[in-house]
């Protein structure tokens, strides 16, 4: 990209265009769109669990007079889909979608970007998506946006710009406005927790750390063999964790998850409950953000996982929010057999660690690494 868009223009576009409210799931190439919109337009962005309810949110926005415009990363198309196709289509109900591009062929990416980059726009235009490049100039933008208007008015479809990585620049607030504080000050760092678990749960025990910086941090401090480090497919770690709890019954089985993570695939919490895996402990790791992303909030401060865990029906759930309060739940759950949660409070670390890369194992050796352990 050889110019960006000031988020606060292109924010301002959008809305000089009629467009608005937002609502989506963060991605790094639109988290300065995102802290302008929290910072300067609180009423007119919604945090969404994951992109498939954004896509309905927008929908219902749509059927209320608005014209909505859903922020989403592309590997979220995958949960985007079915709204898109059976609930957008089938109603010709149009709403505008920015999509990033992670994984654009020929730069340099996360290897669970690489199939979702290479097949987004021809996954777009299979969904009768009419999709092109975001923009680079307030002029374009403003240009396209009637083009894109224009097609939505006459077909009743969506209409999708895709954010190629530098597309927007970075976001400097407005003069006399200060940053929020980051959660959780004053908290464990989630590297901490995790130590704590691990130190706990004893060599045999299999793990299943959920994207991001959690698997990053497991890998970089306690590797071994019986870890599984899901990359990408968020929010499917602990649904992961289940199927392998269920065929493993000698073994105890961790799954170290997130908020964020938690709240994209809830559901997953009721099938846990239902199936009760006795040898179960699924931990999350919340500090109320999407630290990988830039620190977006997640909507977790309003929501109790161990409440929700209850209903759900898991044998016991409780909250911690120190290294004492972590160490003691963690003796009462793993003294004794029943699927269990336990949600740790956590801060959010540092976004420039610089020790904290990528994996060093591709991700296939890594899962045939842990399917040897668990045979073993």
């Known amino acids: 990209m050889t110019a960006v868009l000031d988020p606060a223009k292109a924010v301002a576009i959008f809305e000089g265009a009629g467009f608005g409210p937002f609502t989506g799931v963060p991605c790094s190439f639109l988290g300065p769109v995102i802290s302008c919109l929290e910072s300067e337009h609180p009423d007119r962005y919604v945090i969404a669990a994951n992109e498939g309810e954004a896509v309905a949110i927008a929908a219902g926005s749509y059927l209320a007079g608005q ?12 949960n985007a889909v079915n709204p898109l196709t059976s609930l957008c289509h089938t109603l010709r109900l149009p709403v505008l979608l920015l999509v990033t591009w992670r994984g ?14 290479r097949i987004t726009p021809g996954l777009l235009t299979a969904m009768g998506i009419r999709n092109e490049i975001l923009p680079e100039n307030e002029l374009s933008l403003r ?10 008015r006459e077909t009743g479809l969506p209409f999708a710009f895709v954010v190629p990585k530098g597309a927007v620049g970075p976001y400097l607030p407005t003069s006399g406005r200060t940053a929020m504080p980051a959660p959780g000050a004053g908290l464990m760092a989630r590297s901490e927790a995790i130590g704590q678990v691990m130190g706990a749960i004893g060599e045999k025990a299999l793990v299943v750390a959920t994207t991001g910086r959690t698997a990053r941090e497991l890998e970089r401090d306690w590797d071994r063999p019986e870890n599984l480090y899901v990359v990408g497919s968020m929010g499917c770690a602990s649904s992961v964790a289940l199927g392998i709890a269920l065929h493993t019954p000698s073994r105890r089985v ?24 006795p040898n179960l402990l699924h931990v999350i790791l919340d500090n109320e953000s999407y630290e990988s992303t830039g620190g977006q909030p997640t909507g977790s401060r309003q929501l109790n996982f161990t409440e929700v865990a209850a209903a759900c029906g898991y044998h016991s759930a409780t909250e911690v929010s120190s290294a004492a309060g ?13 699927h269990a949660l336990v949600r740790v409070r956590v801060r959010v670390a540092s976004r420039s660690d610089p020790g904290l890369g990528r994996p060093a194992l591709p991700p296939p050796a890594s899962a045939a690494r842990f399917r040897t352990a668990v045979a073993s």
Do not use: C, F, W, Y
Request: aromatic residues 0%.
């Open 104 to 117: 654009e062929p020929g730069t340099p990416d996360e290897p669970q970007h690489e199939l979702m980059g």
């Open 254 to 277: 961790v799954v170290l998850d997130g908020d964020g993570a938690a709240l994209m695939r809830l559901e997953a919490m009721a099938t846990i409950g239902r199936l009760a895996p």
């Open 143 to 152: 240009e396209r946006l009637r083009a894109a208007d224009d097609h939505m």
């Open 326 to 338: 972590l160490k003691a739940a963690l003796a009462q759950q793993l003294s004794h057999a029943g």
């Open 67 to 78: 014209r909505p415009v859903v922020i989403l990363q592309n590997s979220g198309l995958g």
